[in-house]
């Protein structure tokens, strides 16, 4: 059975990684996530590896209105009686 693509192909001991940290990092852009720990493991990435694997943050109100159910009736207006910002006020949705 083959591992998937962004399992770590190696494990590092942490003096290993400490005396080894350009190898670590190299290997890690070059050949994918590096493992460093067993015990308590930690796993080195690329930035753009980590950048590809992280997406920007979507407020929960955003993505409330743009997944509303079609059809449903539901209506994401509110009649405003306090001063309070509503986070996703004036979201349309698409």
Not at 4 to 28: C, D, G, H, Q
Not at 44 to 60: I, L
Request: charged fraction near 30%; hydrophobic fraction near 35%.
């Amino acid at each position: 059975m083959k591992a998937p693509e962004n399992t770590p192909k190696r494990v590092w001991t942490v003096s290993e990684a400490k005396s080894r940290l350009s190898e670590v990092m190299r290997l890690a852009e070059q050949e994918g996530p590096q493992q460093i720990g067993v015990r308590r493991p930690f796993v080195v990435v690329s930035a753009d590896e980590w950048s590809s694997m992280t997406k920007p943050h979507q407020s929960a109100g955003k993505w409330l209105v743009e997944n509303i159910p079609a059809g449903t009736g539901l209506n994401a207006q509110c009649d405003r009686k306090s001063n309070r910002d509503i986070p996703f006020h004036g979201i349309k949705r698409e």
